[in-house]
Structures are given as C-alpha cells and as structure tokens.
C-alpha cells in the first residue's frame, strides 16, 4: 500500500546550517546548499528520520510551526525532496509559536486538527499513514503518540541519545468512549462554536468531572483541549467506522419507536446507531435479570435496548425507556430473544 509520510517540523536544519557554515542566520539557498551537501542523518532531525522511513512511491507532507524559521525550513525541506521527485506537500499550523499562551491554547488545538485532518483524508485515497514526530517541538511528540494510539496510527521520532529511531506501534487496544457517548450533545454543543465559560459552566453542572478534564478556558472561553479535540475526533471516527454495520429491529422494537414522542424516538435511534461500535458496546451494556439479552446504555440515558449480536450483525429486540417505566415491566417479566421475530 502507497503511504504518506506526515512529519513535525522544527528548526534544527537552521541550526546545523548556521553551525556548520559559520553563519549567523543562514538564508534559505544557504540552507538548500547545505542541504544538498550533507549526510541527511547529519543535516536536520526531518532528514535523519525521513532517510529510515522513505519507501519508493511514499507522500511526504511537512507540517510547520507559525515562525518565520520553521517556515523556511519546511519550505527547503520541500524543494529538497520535490527535486528527487518525491510527492510532497505543506501545512502551515495557525498559531503553533513560540509564545507560551498562545502555543499552549491555539497552537496544539490547530496541529491535532490539521494531523487528523490528513490523517483521514488519506485514509479515504486508500493510503497508509504514518508519523514522524522527531522535528518541532516536543509537546509535538507526546499529542501525535496519542493521535497514533487512537487513530491506530504508527509514530516515529529519534531517540536524542541512542541517535536511533524509535517506533511507537498502533495498539490493539480497544479505546472507552463510554464520557463522549454519553455526553454527546455537549461534546457537539461546545466543539461547534465558540462558547463562553459561564455557558458552559452552566452546562457542566449536570455532567460528571471527567467533563472538565478534556477543556480548557481562555481569555472568557471555554473549548475542548487539544487532548478532548484528539478525544472527541477519534470519537467520531470510531462512529464512521461502525456505520457499515448492519441493525436489524424486531417488530416489537419498529412497534415501540412508532408509540415514542418525536425527542424519545430521535434519542433512541441514536443510540441504536452507536451499537454498531463493538468498543461502545462493550462498554457501555450490561446484562440485567431474567434477561438473556444486553442492555444498552447504561448509565443517565433514559433510553434502554435489549439487543445480540449473530454474524456480526446486530439484532435489536426491544426499545424501551425508564421515564415511562416499561424498563421495570421487561425485566420483571424476562426477556429471551427466542421470542422475538419479524426482523428486518
């Protein structure tokens, strides 16, 4: 499979440049010829790693910060390997700078974005995707490791020491999304505008702690960080993923929804749609008495499905809600799937 390399940009071809030529501050040409004359695992942190990495046919794509240096340097990093012939490209990360408030609220945010961003998008051409987290700033390495974890990414950078790659690989781990799912509305609410703290504050009243743990507040507004942005996005990849999942309802569930109010049917049809995520539905059911079916969701939902699994499909049984009591009235009675037909 064809692959597209994504790589952090620092400045530390600036740097050897300046260094090996005895130049204060090398221009760009300086630093293309330097570029051309040295080993790559000598001339910058980009080129060593890029040198272990590169297969024939593989996309490079350079993501730089905000600055007038790492600028320059992606740009001569791309001419660099344009005239090899390679496929290469650029991505400019808005606010990503030297300046501590700003690289710590925006920066971060915008790189998380723009590397899921390519991620998925070179996903959709059928492409491999991997990182290489070595140039840039090292808060850059630790937010494309979870990038990597979540996206079922693999991450590389330079060990400083060792002077060898390291290789972080995608982890068969089943993530919890159990917050996101729950809380799905706020997570949309607040990633969709702008939101003022007390806003949110008065919102978060009704949510757990954890909530809070994937915001932060700037200058009276409150947004996810780039650790909930990395969070809420997998999400919903998580989600995309699923769709191709097929759910299957009994005729005593179409009977249920068609009985809901408008709000009650629109929450319930959302949750059928996440039970096509095998991470959701392992965290998030349960099974109860006299029932040899899971329920789904637990928690402050007041929606409840009873549901199995055949073939990699899912069969829903029934709809039923808390509010209106027919939860207690299933349990009471039991609930075996062998009863329940008329699937389609």
Known sequence: MSRTIINTVGTSLFTNAARDMGREAPSEKEMERYLKETDPERASAETNAITRLYREGDRLVFLHSHTE?????ATVLLRHYRRQG?????????DLTYEESRFKMRGLR?????????????????????????GGFKAEIAYATMIGLLFDIPV????????????????????DYSLLSDYEDFFAWIDADLRETREVDARLRDLPAEARMLL????GFTMLSPAGEVFYSAYRHELEKAAPVRVYLSAAARAALDRMDNASRRECEREIEKLRSAGLRRSGSDYVN???????PKGHKDCRIFYYERGGEIYVCEVTRHSDRSYERLISRGLRRDRYGGFS
């Open 69 to 73: 240096r790492g600028r320059a340097c």
């Open 86 to 94: 390679i496929d290469c490209d650029l991505e400019a990360i808005a």
């Open 110 to 134: 915008a790189l998380v974005n723009t590397m899921i961003d390519i991620i998925l998008q070179e996903r959709r051409r059928n492409r491999g995707v991997i990182l290489n987290a070595t």
């Open 156 to 175: 590389y950078y330079i060990h400083e020491a060792f002077r060898d790659i390291v290789e972080m690989p995608p982890t068969p781990v089943s993530w």
């Open 216 to 219: 932060v507040e700037e200058e």
């Open 290 to 296: 006299n029932c040899d079916c899971p329920v789904y």
